[in-house]
């Protein structure tokens, strides 16, 4: 019975630490993130296939970027798409499937960069904003130039009389 009690009270320890990181701020955060960026992702791959490379196939003589690919096994085999190649066993090497992920992940960072530059840009105009807030609560004592109140009349470091 003893045994049953320790590994009951463990469990119980256990459920506890779970329970309080998953409830932690980080936590939740983080799932958020990474389902919104699952979704983005599918925004992304969607934009890539359905939008921008339609065009720059019909630019490149009607082109579809999804169906490049080379055959390496059967050698020599021709396939009319990759999906029959897929079908008939064939080993291929999709490398138009390739260039639309490269352009997805292209994509995603330029997304990141400018959010990451946005919030960048926000926090900086908050630091200006805190140190101008700042100086205009302060003024430096003209003797030894310790920041003081803008209302002191004497210096509290070295006690000379203001003006």
């Not at 389902?35 to 934009?47: C, E, M, P, Q, T």
């Not at 997805?104 to 805190?130: M, Q, R």
């Amino acid at each position: 019975m003893g045994i049953e009690k320790e590994k009951n009270g463990m469990f119980k320890k256990l459920g506890g630490e779970l329970r309080d990181f998953i409830l932690r701020g980080n936590v939740m955060d983080m799932a958020v993130g990474i389902i919104i960026g699952a979704s983005f992702g599918k925004i992304v791959d969607s934009l890539v296939k359905d939008i921008i490379m339609p065009p720059i196939g019909y630019i490149l003589g009607k082109v579809d970027f999804s169906n490049l690919y080379v055959t390496i096994f059967p050698l020599g085999e021709k396939y009319d798409s990759l999906s029959e190649a897929a079908k008939a066993g064939a080993v291929t090497i999709n490398y138009g499937l390739f260039i639309n992920t490269v352009i997805s992940f292209l994509i995603v960072a330029v997304a990141i960069f400018a959010i990451i530059k946005l919030v960048n840009t926000i926090k900086e105009k908050a630091v200006k904003d805190e140190k101008a807030e700042e100086a205009a609560t302060e003024k430096k004592c003209p003797y030894c130039c310790t920041p003081i109140p803008l209302e002191a009349k004497k210096c509290p470091h070295c006690t000379s009389n203001l003006e």
